[in-house]
């Protein structure tokens, strides 16, 4: 199981982009699936997107498909989520967790264990 480290989240307006990240640890990205996740205060975590470790297939939860776009650097241990066309119902933690190898378990986590999060937040 890997440990993950989220970055690059901030404030942003309605319409701008985003890119966060996060950088694993405890074993090699390559061997896993990558899944991003967001929680909204007083709501359950919502799968957003997961990338394969197979063939790098990206999934997308319907609210955000051809607006972001998961990719991921196995050299790197990082993925990342490019957001576009932000909407203020994009706001919220966005958390990363793992499966072996493909997205089976997407939009659910397999593993109940999260990191510390990157804060989104899309506001005028």
């Known amino acids: 199981q890997l440990q993950f480290v989220e970055s690059g989240g901030g404030s942003v307006q309605p319409g701008g982009s985003l890119k966060i990240s996060c950088t694993a640890s405890g074993s090699a990205l390559r061997d896993y699936a990558v899944g991003w996740f967001r929680q909204v205060p007083g709501q359950e975590r919502e799968g957003i997107s997961c990338i394969a470790a197979t063939d790098h297939k990206g999934y997308y939860a319907s609210s955000v498909k051809g607006r972001f776009t998961i990719s991921r650097d196995d050299a790197k241990n990082t993925v990342y989520l490019q957001m576009d066309n932000l909407k203020p119902e994009d706001s919220g933690a966005y958390y990363c967790?793992?499966?072996?190898?493909?997205?089976?378990?997407?939009?659910?986590?397999?593993?109940?264990?999260w990191g510390q999060g990157t804060q989104v937040t899309v506001s005028s």
């Open positions: 967790n793992s499966e072996k190898l493909t997205c089976g378990y997407f939009p659910k986590p397999q593993f109940n264990v």
